[in-house]
């Protein structure tokens, strides 16, 4: 599939459905691409498509399956809005930092597809206000889904999560006081089950 140059091009291309609750158009939003005026357009969009598709089938379906509606904070970036983030300081990660992940459209370094999308999980917002405990939701994915990594922020627990072809197994989070990495291979807490972390969150959000 070309990357389009109409309207309708886009429309079509919006159309394209990754998963039973998802398609394309709902992951290329980008506040940098509207405030600045730059097309937030795959130039790949088969490999975009099929990224998108594996992140959507593999995490967010079960995920939304599981603890209900998902709200997508950030997405999908063109290489030319990315850009324009990392040089303005917005926020973006270098391009060749983030092929594979919010760059859906370009393989990684090792030649792996890959993609990220910063999610809210809804239904969990009101007991990480409470609680500031975001560990819970950390490992029950953890221990229930194939991501490769989780990166958590302060604004409603909201969180990158990454599906690819090599996964990683890493969390790390931006939250006070427990900055930093969570886990990750070759840590003693990365294996086994982590049931207990996550049980209250369960009882209280269902």
Request: net charge neutral; hydrophobic share 40%; proline share 6%.
């Amino acid at each position: 599939m070309r990357q389009p140059k109409s309207v309708k091009g886009l429309e079509e291309l919006g159309r394209v459905r990754l998963s039973a609750s998802f398609y394309l158009r709902d992951f290329l939003y980008s506040e940098i691409a509207a405030i600045h005026g730059l097309p937030n357009i795959p130039d790949d969009p088969d490999l975009a498509i099929a990224a998108g598709m594996a992140l959507c089938e593999n995490l967010l379906e079960p995920l939304q399956a599981r603890f209900g509606r998902l709200s997508i904070r950030s997405a999908f970036r063109s290489c030319a809005v990315n850009q324009f983030g990392n040089s303005h300081k917005l926020n973006c990660a270098s391009n060749e930092a983030n092929y594979a992940g919010h760059i859906w459209d370009r393989r990684d370094a090792e030649g792996q597809m890959g993609a990220t999308a910063c999610v809210v999980v809804n239904r969990f917002v009101p007991y990480y206000e409470r609680t500031g405990n975001w560990e819970a939701l950390a490992w029950w994915v953890h221990d229930h889904l194939p991501y490769s990594e989780m990166e958590f922020f302060p604004k409603l627990a909201a969180f990158n999560l990454t599906w690819s072809e090599n996964p990683k197994r890493r969390i790390s989070s931006y939250i006070p006081p427990r900055r930093g990495v969570l886990t990750r291979p070759g840590m003693e807490n990365t294996t086994g089950r982590h049931d207990a972390a996550y049980a209250a969150m369960l009882v209280e959000i269902g």
